[in-house]
């Protein structure tokens, strides 16, 4: 057995430096020469109308469902790993099992993700073929590299789920992970590329701006302008995103369950899927201030068309859906406050946090410019409210968000230290080092917003980098103080399962406006490039070419959501019926 | 080791004072975006 699994390791390993190592994996150089012809000008005509079918809607559908499933199956592997090592570090089984279960969720949405990547691919085929014949002239060997690591991914992920048992215990512990790296190694990989191509469509290098042909290496080509900053926003978004569905899945099985032991695990497990939801959520928007910064750096019209132009109104859609997200996560954190005896004690505070959040909430949703009457602007003496407009603009909204993450911390913060109780003489004396560390942190935030609107243009963009430090420094320097504060504590009984079922309702509103909120912000990133298959290369001629209205990107977006949520149903109800037994007395005799 | 709390309260306060004063300042100043400029919009 010990061969049989260092072989496999051996391979694995090989398959992998394969192909990571760029000259393999990124065939370049001689193709070059092949794709000179530029970027093909379609007509009207060369887009197949097919029974009258909305290619884009079918496309567009099929592009967002997979994106939900693959970041979802992509995700959960990464935390199930950190989940898995964490039970083997503390020598606590129930980290285990909970990642093997974490696993279970995802396997059943495997197949899912795999049948609507091949039928998005067939409808781009169909629907637009001169655009796929162009894409696939500019990413040339890559498209293969993609497919053969999508084999390996699939190959890596049953070894690692269906080896768990017989890899429980000592070194085939760490054999078994190291499978699980591979794995996420492989599903990174596999995102990083997938993000080059919807990147490249947006900002693409490497291509010759007038003709579109390519005069790049595969390297410059991948590496376009929004590569990165995509990398990071979707890496950080899908770990928030899976963790949020299977809380989803454990407040699920909390409801379903009677068995108090079962419902103290899967209560558990709903906290820490909370904890993992909110811990990617916490530094994701900073990454997509980084994106759009970059998308502003590439283009100005592209990012005033986002923020500026006929998409601004989706970021209010937008804030309210972070917003949901802020208020649901903090609700459940709260409510958990009732699983220790010393939870009370806390939950005195709860009420000025509530505050905070909710009036962050009210600031981030207010629009900068109204849709008015004539007869509406009369009354106003303009278009902007006087006491309401200058919350309109980003200083207000930055400061908004800065200090709803900060007490989203703080309501976690809570949790835990209601948890254990302090043995160290400096406890208290470094419990007001932190209170210190908040009042002047949220002052700073408040005061670089305020900085905004008595600067220029630039300044007010400038200052929203402290905003984020002070942000994080709040959160560090709290996490680290508290490490050191707690050491030796004295741990409370923690009652899992001690927990409201109206609380499990938070768990469902988060993998909902999770899903919502993707599917909206997807739908933006990909209508900036407006008229233009690839920005400013290749142009879109379709009868389809322009921007839908609010009212019909809402629809869409909402009826995507709700398929995926119907699928969602249908992976937890599957879960659960694997677990099910018939009991022996229902046989017939 | 520092037990009275309120000391504790004090010093803290002024040391975070200091050390985002010098972050906020250095984080502009590496922005090339000088904080003690004259910045009233004209």
Known sequence: ?589 | MLRNKWLALVIGLAFWAAYFYFIDKSIMEGQGLPVAANLMPK
Request: hydrophobic fraction near 50%; aromatic fraction near 14%.
């Open chain 1, 1 to 589: 057995m010990k061969k049989q699994t260092l072989h496999v390791s051996l391979g694995l390993l090989a398959v992998l430096l394969l192909v990571l190592i760029p000259q393999y994996g990124f065939a370049a150089g001689d193709e070059v020469a092949a794709v000179l012809e530029g970027a093909p000008k379609p007509s009207r005509l060369d887009y197949p109308m097919i029974w009258g079918i909305s290619g884009r809607t079918v496309v567009w559908s099929m592009a967002q469902m997979h994106l939900f499933l693959a970041a979802f199956v992509l995700s959960v592997p990464l935390f199930s790993l950190a989940t898995e090592f964490m039970g083997t570090v503390t020598g606590d089984d129930r980290f285990d099992n909970m990642a093997h279960e974490f696993m279970k969720i995802s396997m059943a949405a495997y197949s899912l993700t795999a049948l609507v990547g091949g039928g998005l691919t067939l409808s781009l085929f169909l629907f637009y073929p001169q655009m796929m014949g162009y894409m696939l002239k500019v990413f040339r060997g890559q498209v293969l590299v993609y497919a053969a690591l999508f084999g390996f991914e699939s190959i890596t992920l049953y070894i690692y789920y269906y080896s768990w048992d017989a890899l429980r215990r000592g070194n085939r512990k760490w054999f078994h992970m190291s499978i699980g790296l591979t794995l996420n190694t492989i599903g990174l990989t596999l995102m990083f590329i997938a993000n080059a191509w919807a990147t490249f469509m947006m900002s693409p290098a490497g291509v010759d701006p007038a003709t579109g042909a390519v005069t790049g290496t595969i390297w410059e080509v991948t590496r376009n302008p929004l590569w990165n900053p995509l990398n990071l926003h979707r890496f950080l978004a899908n770990i928030a995103y899976g963790g949020a569905i299977v809380g989803g899945y454990a407040a699920y099985m909390f409801l379903a369950e009677k068995d108090p032991v079962k419902k103290a695990h899967y209560d558990w497990m709903g906290y820490t899927s909370n904890f993992i939801a909110i811990l990617g959520f916490l530094p994701l928007p900073f990454a997509g201030y980084w994106l759009m910064a970059e998308i502003y750096a590439y283009s100005q019209q592209m990012g005033i068309t986002a923020m500026g132009g006929i998409l601004a109104w989706l970021f209010i859609i937008q804030a309210v859906l972070i917003g949901t997200i802020m208020m649901a996560a903090n609700y459940y954190l709260w409510s958990g406050l009732m699983r220790t005896d010393r939870g009370a004690h806390y939950a005195r505070y709860v009420k000025y946090i509530a505050v905070v959040i909710v009036g962050g909430f009210l600031v981030w949703v207010t629009p900068h410019t109204l849709l008015l009457t004539s007869q509406e602007i009369q009354q106003l003496g303009g278009t902007h409210h006087k006491l309401l407009g200058p919350l309109g603009i980003m200083p207000a909204k930055n400061t908004a968000v800065n200090l709803m993450l900060v007490f989203t911390f703080m309501s976690f913060q809570m949790f835990y230290r209601s948890s254990r109780i302090p043995t160290v003489s400096w406890a208290k004396a470094g419990n007001m080092f932190i209170v210190a560390l908040y009042v002047i942190g949220c002052i700073n935030i408040v005061g670089a917003g305020l900085y905004g609107y008595i600067t220029p243009t630039v300044y007010k963009v400038g200052a929203s980098v402290p905003q984020v430090v002070t942000t994080l420094t709040i959160i560090i320097g709290s996490v680290i103080i508290d490490v050191f504060r707690l050491r030796g504590s004295k741990p409370e009984t923690v009652h899992w399962g001690r927990m409201s079922e109206r609380s499990q309702y938070a768990l469902f509103v988060l993998p909902v406006a999770f899903t919502w909120l993707m599917g909206l912000m997807g739908y933006i990133r990909s209508s900036l490039r407006t008229h233009w298959h690839v920005y400013t290369i290749m142009k879109d001629n379709s009868a389809e070419a322009y921007i839908p209205t609010i009212g019909q990107a809402g629809n869409t977006i909402t009826a995507i959501t709700l398929g995926f949520m119907a699928i969602m149903v249908f992976v937890f109800w599957l879960s659960r019926l694997g677990a099910t037994r018939q009991d022996e007395t229902e046989a017939p005799s």
